[in-house]
Nanobody, 120 residues
Framework: VQLQASGGGLVQAGGSLRLSCAASGRTFLIYAMGWFRQAPGKERKFVAAIRRSSGNTFYADSVKDRFTISRDNAKSTVSLQMNSLKPEDTAVYFC??????????????WGQGTQVTVSS
């Protein structure tokens, strides 16, 4: 499975951004799709995930009620709508898919990362 992320950029605090990630290849293997982020000097952390079949979602507490994850199974895409952005949301965001897991343990396939910078 190959993942291609898009979106991201620079936004002021309180603003919004939308990330998208398109999967290709053996997409029938995908059980869940999600997003992680890595701030400078810090480890990669889970942000949100969505189960491909049911649409069930799971969020990190730090983004709950501000971020919304969605998927389009026909296009094999996953999106992350980020609202009320804070400077601490600044990070490189990675999309990920997994064949069996949903949540922080997702680890099968990764996209290339896209930078999100939130200015104060």
């Amino acid at each position: 499975v190959q993942l291609q992320a898009s979106g991201g950029g620079l936004v002021q605090a309180g603003g919004s951004l939308r990330l998208s990630c398109a999967a290709s290849g053996r997409t029938f293997l995908i059980y869940a799709m999600g997003w992680f982020r890595q701030a400078p000097g810090k480890e990669r952390k889970f942000v949100a995930a969505i189960r491909r079949s049911s649409g069930n979602t799971f969020y990190a507490d730090s983004v709950k009620d501000r971020f919304t994850i969605s998927r389009d199974n026909a296009k094999s895409t996953v999106s992350l709508q980020m609202n009320s952005l804070k400077p601490e949301d600044t990070a490189v965001y990675f999309c990920a898919v997994d064949r069996a897991r949903m949540g922080p343990a997702m680890n099968d396939y990764w996209g290339q990362g896209t930078q999100v910078t939130v200015s104060s």
